[in-house]
């Protein structure tokens, strides 16, 4: 299992916004009923658009084990996410998780701050 697949923390974090092109109404992938929107052609991803955010495409428990359950079809800022990333740390943070280190597979230029 992957570090990300015990982990989760960004997808009950950040809110998810992407183009509605990226929607299966508009010819992309994320399926349409996932989505609210947002602005013109912007979109968010349901359950990131409340507080505190949890995607409604999040299965499990974050910290634990959880899966997306639309993963082959995931909008571009989730295929984007970097494990490690500072983004990536504020996150686990926030749900009490320790920091990724390059031992847990997160990128060495991240885990050593070079």
Known sequence: MNVCQRCGACC????????????VGSGGTVPDG????????????????????RCAALTGTVGERVAC???EWRPSPCREFEAGSDACQ?????????PLTADDGAPATVATGR
């Open 34 to 53: 996932l989505v609210v929107e947002v602005a013109g052609a912007t979109v968010r991803m349901r359950g990131t658009d409340h507080w505190p955010p």
């Open 90 to 98: 504020r996150a686990r943070a926030r749900h009490g998780l320790p």
């Open 69 to 71: 359950g639309i993963y």
């Open 12 to 23: 009950a974090h950040f809110r998810v916004d992407f183009s509605i092109y990226e929607t």
